[in-house]
């Protein structure tokens, strides 16, 4: 498995922004999808978006327009822009990678960071 450090999490007025980072580090052959998912207590954790190592993007119906997720392959980093943001995007953000430590090695997929808390609140 890969290490995958989140950061940029924090309180945030409605209607602010931030800029979570997510690094992923250790025995790393090749990571195709990276992706944002949050949770809130009692909820299951759901996808918020997604990138692929071609850059294709995909989004929740709930963030499209506001938040935007890049990478940096060449860092094995993957970023999320979160604008506009809004008491209902208050949840812990976790980062996940697919990824395989050898050419031959399987695709593992439950690579996850620590996650960090966005709270959203005036």
């Known amino acids: 498995h890969v290490q995958l450090v989140e950061s940029g999490g924090g309180l945030v007025q409605p209607g602010g922004s931030l800029r979570l980072s997510c690094a992923a580090s250790g025995k790393i052959f090749s990571i195709r999808t990276m992706a944002w998912y949050r949770q809130t207590p009692g909820k299951q954790r759901e996808l918020v978006a997604s990138?692929?190592?071609?850059?294709?993007?995909n989004y929740a119906d709930s963030v499209k327009g506001r938040f935007t997720i890049s990478r940096d392959n060449a860092k094995n980093t993957v970023y999320l822009q979160m604008n506009s943001l809004k008491p209902e995007d208050t949840a812990v953000y976790y980062c996940?990678?697919?990824?395989?430590?050898?050419?031959?090695?399987?695709?593992?997929?439950?690579?996850w960071g620590q996650g960090t808390q966005v709270t959203v609140s005036s």
């Open positions: 990138v692929t190592s071609g850059g294709s993007t």
């Open positions: 996940n990678a697919e990824s395989k430590s050898t050419a031959w090695a399987r695709w593992q997929y439950d690579n």
